[in-house]
């Protein structure tokens, strides 16, 4: 008897504590958006690795001035406008490595860190930070440093060169406001051979990355190994890369069946230049790209369209940026176009 | 998401179900209180019209309040006992109402007053739709919407499907799954009084997969006369809904603002089923209802038959609690209200009790900007758009919502709060929206 009064007692002194309320729902799935964040920065660590092996301390240095200069803008931005801090959510990060991997593996450094800058400031935080902004911040970065240094960006370096873990070019060492010197320039990246001296490099050299061009966008097989990745965890949406890829694919297969040629073969499309990178990391970004399944598949076939077109019949070898961008620019309004049913609703019209 | 499953309504989501720990344990009687205290509003519409006095000794099953008009149902004691006092006392919604506090005869022996029956081959329809008012019937499952009147088929329309809710998609809640395993005679018998109420044609008992035991057992026990089929349908939250259970079932749509009579449906709890079964034959009143207690912080979780009007205070003090208790929640944990006031009574609407301990109760998380990955989209089951709305919400344009976003379809099931990764607040904001679009439209009509 008195060992059940003990108890009662102290079971109501346990229910006198406060209680702790909230609204419902009262459980939560647990994937967190910075969850998200960091396992795309995973992802990309393949690529990263790959670019460190392939263009030596170079690469390195590049990718972690990048990442450095967009996170100590976005801290520095946050801190003028008297927010808290954002950088814990890791999207700067993110910025930091894409804006690294597609630069050329040469390019002097001070202009990754204006990239940088460039990129937190006019592709993020002017349109209110992470989730408002329209355009991929990276690619706003690139977009801006190649307008204003059009021989840096252009200037390729090669692949696997001997040296390249015992010395930093020159270039990317260029003191700040100073024009680099390029020494030990190889030729085109195979793009630019296609387009202007009309060469195909072989598919496995584009698969394994044995090949010049930006650091991170060489190897196909890396990039695509980190999307799998995203995508098994259900942390990118899978429409965006296969009907990306597959509209290139078809669209130059179309083109390589009607004239092999004039026009290069799809997988020569496929695995050349930012296409991998751009397809499973920057034209996947959730906030640049449609909510809706049937808007992210028109958002994804305007992009692989665009990338053939610009490719083939543009004055630049390469399109891949500037596509994402566009579509970047419309996909709020195609969300605002595709309507999806509601349900126990008739189709609605288009309202415009 | 790409719907290949035809038995199922499209998107949804699986929080974890943990069922497993009470769907074993049959369901007990709980201890009688030394006081109950009914509020006199434990349903949706008006609220009962009290008929005792302070000091009146009232017997187990006595009325002690009437329905006030159509839209109401009456209360009747679940105790033989003394009505103490009547005042008010405190609801789940924060809102005071009247009350009726009954202490119980320490030894009297809880026999239940008999009332008229309502013979089920003889009774009009209206006969026994007034039966069940008067047994003072609400759905159980948690809506406590009055079961007569959602019943009624409006003139002009018709009843070919009598649908018997036994999807119990919330998690946690084991209440609805041992009804089945337990009550399935009940059950059979107020299928027969609602297909007398509804002129029905078809009679489908829905059942998600995990229920696989209660849906063998109920095939095993259907008489042989009764046309029934008991339909097994895949988990996924949350397809308890009305409409979703339409939709899984009869491949069907409820319009937009509509009921599932329009698409000529009725849809009625299973745990409502069998107290129908049970009390009409004896034309008595609800007095008791099986509630799940369970939840981490919880001692004795199961699944007992305990009195309307049981303080919930006393009903953990029974079960015991763990030391680091840090929310109390009434219904599930998805669309449960938490509990702010453990002075307030077991209703009839009360399907369960969840515990949680501080570890699992949902921390304070920091909100990140809506990143617009989708997630949300991909798992409303009306099919809007969640993050186009709470981006709306948050510039308050509570009429675009409503008039060009169907903000008024949302059932508030926490379906797109559940994935958020920004662990943006959506259901709340949708709520509140809600509620402000409503107070405007009778700001409007009463101008």
């Known amino acids: 008897m008195l060992e059940k009064e003990k108890l009662t007692s102290n079971q109501h002194n346990m229910l006198n504590k406060t209680l702790h309320i909230s609204t419902s729902p009262h459980l939560k799935k647990g994937v967190s958006t910075n969850t998200i964040m960091k396992n795309v920065v995973l992802a990309l660590m393949p690529a990263v690795l790959f670019s460190i092996y392939s263009f030596g301390i170079n690469a390195l240095l590049i990718v972690l001035t990048a990442v450095i200069s967009c996170v100590i803008s976005e801290h520095i931005l946050c801190y003028i406008s008297s927010k808290k801090s954002t950088i814990s959510d890791w999207s700067a990060v993110i910025t930091g490595v894409l804006l690294g991997l597609i630069l050329p593996p040469a390019f002097p450094l001070w202009m990754v860190f204006f990239g940088g800058m460039i990129a937190i400031a006019l592709g993020k935080f002017v349109f209110g930070g992470l989730g408002n902004n329209v355009f991929n911040p990276a690619l706003v970065g690139r977009a801006v440093l190649q307008a204003a240094f059009p021989v840096a960006i252009t200037t390729w370096f090669p692949s696997f060169s001997p040296t390249r873990f015992q010395e930093v070019s020159s270039s990317v060492l260029t003191l700040p406001f100073m024009e680099p010197v390029f020494d030990g320039i190889s030729g085109a990246t195979p793009l630019s051979a296609f387009k202007f001296d009309h060469v195909f490099a072989s598919n496995f050299d584009l698969i394994f990355g044995n090949i010049p061009g930006s650091t991170g966008e060489t190897s196909a097989i890396f990039i695509a190994l980190g999307g799998i990745y995203l995508i098994s965890r259900n942390m990118m949406n899978w429409r965006i890369p296969f009907t990306l890829l597959l509209t290139v694919f078809l669209f130059s297969g179309i083109l390589f069946l009607i004239n092999d040629q004039l026009y290069p073969p799809p997988t020569f499309m496929l695995f050349s230049g930012g296409l991998m990178l751009g397809a499973f990391f920057m034209a996947s970004d959730m906030v640049g790209s449609p909510i809706t399944s049937l808007g992210v598949i028109i958002y994804s076939v305007f992009i692989g369209v665009l990338v053939v077109i610009i490719r083939v019949w543009g004055g630049l070898p390469e399109g891949v940026m500037y596509a994402i961008l566009l579509a970047n620019a419309l996909s709020p309004q195609i969300d605002k176009l595709v309507k999806t049913r509601v349900y126990g609703t008739v189709k609605e019209k288009v309202k415009s | 998401m790409l719907n290949f499953n035809k038995n199922s309504f499209k998107h949804g989501i699986h929080p974890p179900e943990h069922k497993d720990e009470t769907n074993q344990l049959p369901i007990r009687q709980f201890p009688f209180a030394p006081v109950v205290i009914l509020p006199i509003s434990q349903h949706i519409g008006a609220p009962s019209e009290i008929i005792v006095r302070e000091g009146m000794e009232v017997s187990r099953g006595q009325l002690l309040a009437k329905a006030n008009g159509y839209m109401s149902v009456p209360l009747h004691s679940p105790v033989s006992g003394i009505v103490r006092k009547i005042t008010n006392v405190p609801t789940i919604s924060g809102k005071m109402t009247q009350g009726i506090f009954v202490e119980a005869f320490p030894f009297s022996t809880q026999e239940v007053l008999e009332g008229s029956p309502i013979d089920l081959e003889n009774s009009t329809q209206e006969e026994i739709l007034k039966g069940i008012q008067d047994a003072g019937i609400v759905g159980l499952g948690g809506a406590a919407f009055p079961t007569h009147v959602k019943l009624k088929v409006p003139e002009g329309k018709q009843c070919e499907y009598l649908i018997i809710n036994g999807i119990e998609c919330e998690p946690f809640l084991t209440t609805d799954h041992r009804v089945m395993l337990e009550q399935a005679e009940d059950i059979f018998m107020g299928i027969r009084y609602l297909i007398r109420a509804t002129q029905a ?64 449906s009725v849809v009625v709890n299973v745990a409502t089923t069998a107290e129908i079964g049970r009390l009409l034959p004896h034309g008595r009143g609800i007095q008791e209802r099986v509630v799940t207690i369970t939840g981490p912080a919880v001692k004795k979780k199961g699944n007992y038959l305990i009195p309307i009007g049981t303080p919930l205070r006393y009903v953990l003090e029974e079960v015991g609690v763990e030391e680091n208790i840090s929310e109390v929640y009434m219904g599930g944990p998805m669309m449960g209200v938490a509990v702010s006031n453990l002075d307030i009574s077991i209703v009839k609407g009360t399907s369960g009790i969840v515990v949680f301990t501080d570890k699992e109760a949902k921390k304070e998380e920091t909100i990140y900007p809506c990143i617009k990955c989708g997630a949300c989209v991909d798992a409303c089951p009306i099919l809007l758009n969640p993050s186009k709305l709470g981006i709306l919400a948050k510039f308050e344009a509570y009429d675009e919502m409503a008039s060009n976003h169907h903000l008024m379809d949302c059932f508030e099931c926490g379906s797109c709060s559940y994935v958020c990764p920004s662990n943006i607040p959506l259901v709340q904001y949708f709520r509140l929206s809600k509620t402000i679009v409503r107070k405007r439209k009778t700001d409007k009509q009463s101008a």
């Open chain 2, 201 to 264: 044609k078809k009679v489908i008992i829905g059942i998600e997969a995990n229920k696989q035991d209660a849906a063998d057992f109920l095939i095993s026990k259907k008489p042989e006369d009764l046309q029934v089929e008991i339909k097994v349908v895949p988990v996924k939250y949350p397809q308890g809904a009305e409409k979703m259970l339409i939709t899984s079932l009869l491949g069907k749509e409820v319009p937009s603002g509509g009921l599932p009579i329009d698409v000529q």
